[in-house]
């Protein structure tokens, strides 16, 4: 079967770093995406990881271990308008090529 | 902007009723998804287009949903007789090939009476 999982909800103050968590179990697997999410718009694109490791972009850092099926996204001097859902997929990849998500994580930042 | 775009942006129709959802995705991009999300869930995937050709379906509820993009461009979403059940968002998103990252459109928020 498919399995994403992520914490519901999280809350972090201004300022502060927060680190989301993701576990999967998924039949095929070609790499790991992070979308953000404000309420009422699209997701839009975080990162992508597909090799073991991390991979930094700006306050945004996301870590994948292949081996433990385990993926974290770092959010670092959190700013009030990254309150938003932050979703977690694998991509499938093979004859398909479609995004499986997780249910995302609603973080809310506080003053 | 040269984002996805859908169309309409909410949509309310009665039972039984059948709609159309249009997606214009983002031009040169060969790939085309439709997911469908729920209140507080994650996109769930319906269906998979590579240029004309609709590659997965498997995602589809039932027979009354069917997808097309006769050209490999605009693709529409419909719904037949609609349910109260399918009353959710339906995102759609492109990508330039796999495995790129997809781009959302901002959805059509579908209510049924």
């Known amino acids: 079967g498919q399995n994403i999982d992520q914490p519901t909800e999280m809350t972090a103050t201004e300022g502060a770093i927060v680190q989301i968590n993701c576990t999967y179990q998924t039949s095929g697997f070609n790499g790991l995406f992070w979308y953000q999410q404000h309420a009422g718009e699209a997701p839009t694109f975080l990162s992508y990881?597909?090799?073991?490791g991390l991979e930094e972009k700006g306050r945004f850092s996301s870590f994948l271990s292949r081996s433990k099926g385990y993926s974290y996204l770092l959010l670092k001097e959190l700013q009030m308008k990254d309150s938003a859902s932050y979703l977690c997929a694998v991509w499938s990849g093979g004859a398909t090529n479609k995004l499986i998500f997780g249910t995302g994580t609603l973080l809310a930042v506080q003053p | 902007g040269a984002g996805v775009s859908q169309s309409p942006r909410y949509k309310v129709a009665k039972r039984g009723q059948d709609v159309a959802l249009r997606c214009d995705p983002i031009?040169?991009?060969?790939?085309l998804f439709w997911y469908q999300q729920a209140l507080g869930q994650g996109p769930e995937f319906l269906t998979y287009f590579q240029n004309e050709a609709q590659l997965d379906k498997s995602g589809l509820p039932s027979d009354r949903f069917f997808a097309e993009r006769p050209e490999g461009s605009v693709s529409t979403l419909k719904i037949q007789r609609t349910q109260q059940e399918d009353s959710a968002v339906y995102l759609c998103a492109s990508s330039l090939g796999d495995p790129q990252p997809q781009h959302f459109g901002d959805g059509t928020r579908l209510s049924i009476l």
């Open positions: 990881n597909v090799l073991d």
């Open positions: 031009s040169g991009h060969v790939s």
